[in-house]
């Protein structure tokens, strides 16, 4: 069910290799043995492929190729964005540089985040900008990020992509694989709900207002009653805490949000519920862990599911 970074790796093997994906599977797994499961299956994968003398430095990647930890990545990118350049000082007080790009193929987008001044420079003087094909070459993947440094290039490319994708990738995920930061969707019970609180908009341009109902832009306003609720979600890999907001909650089945008797009710009904959640994973400064912020819920539609489950 589970889109595995493992499954992309075992292909390439397999393609550059030129062994059955069943043997190649078969060799990581003794490895992991030797090593008595203190790596992990991507991390055995690689150790096969260099043992078979397989190298990926040279070869260009699809975006939705790209994996955590890879170092030495090639691949091209057509901008979709980028913020503007930010500067800041290091603890050792030395001034630096960053900017973050979009960058998209056919197959998937991704942040790439530009740290060296003479890659910014290119983006200072317009040589490179939105819109722009570029090939990298030599960055190196932190989490989902691919992060250029002073040994990495960047250049504007000749190549025309076409049909890029520009939509947010959400990729299907256990709990236990959440990194930071990440869209994601997961299948998964709740186990836990918390009272829903609420607050107050204004219903102008739906900015949080107080309890004296007085927007900064508008004044006196009327109040839109929101609500903003809490779960924790267990897929059996590990359970993360949730953040739901109003638009969430009626999909749910918290629709009764002026009567509390009702509210309590509802609350109660959702414990051991299975549904599909999608949303970003993000660090809460505050408990300082991570936290999923759901921005999508469906129903476990059975059809798929048994159709899923024939496949195996
Ligand atoms: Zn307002």
Do not use: A, P
């Given at each position: 069910m589970v889109e595995g970074n493992y499954e992309k790796i075992l292909e390439k093997i397999a393609r550059a290799s030129g062994l059955d994906r069943e043997e190649i599977d078969r060799r990581i797994e003794a490895k992991r043995a030797k090593l008595a499961g203190l790596i992990s299956r991507e991390g055995a994968a690689q150790i096969i492929a260099a043992e078979l003398g397989?190298?990926?430095?040279k070869e260009k990647l699809k975006i939705n190729e790209l994996l955590p930890g890879m170092r030495k990545v090639n691949v091209i990118g057509q901008i979709l964005s980028l913020s503007p350049v930010r500067g800041f000082t290091t603890k050792k007080g030395d001034e630096g540089k960053v900017v973050n790009l979009i960058i998209a193929d056919e197959t998937s987008n991704i942040k790439v985040v530009l740290w060296d001044t003479n890659h910014i420079a290119l983006i200072e003087k317009g040589e490179i900008g939105e819109g722009h094909v570029v090939e990298i070459g030599n960055g190196s993947m932190r989490a989902n990020e691919l992060h250029l440094g002073s040994f990495s290039e960047l250049k504007k490319s000749k190549e025309i992509l076409e049909k890029i994708m520009k939509d947010k990738v959400v990729k299907e995920k256990n709990i236990s694989d959440f990194t930071l930061p990440d869209s994601v969707s997961t299948r998964a019970f709740i186990v836990q709900a918390f009272e829903p609180k609420f607050f107050y908009v204004c219903s102008e341009c739906k900015k949080k207002v107080g309890e004296d109902f007085?927007?900064?832009?508008?004044?006196?306003i009327s109040p839109e009653k929101r609500a903003v609720m809490n779960l924790v979600i267990d897929d059996g890999t590990e359970s993360i805490r949730s953040v739901l907001f109003h638009e969430q909650l009626s999909k749910i089945?918290?629709?009764?949000?002026?009567n509390s008797e009702q509210l309590l009710k509802q609350k109660q009904e959702l414990l051991g519920k299975e549904m599909v959640f999608s949303g970003e994973v993000r660090i809460n400064k505050f408990f300082n862990n991570q936290e999923f912020i759901i921005d999508n819920i469906q129903e476990i539609n059975s059809d798929e599911l048994i159709a899923e489950l024939e496949k195996k």
């Open positions: 397989l190298s990926f430095d007085v927007c900064g832009e508008h004044g006196k089945g918290m629709t009764d949000l002026d």
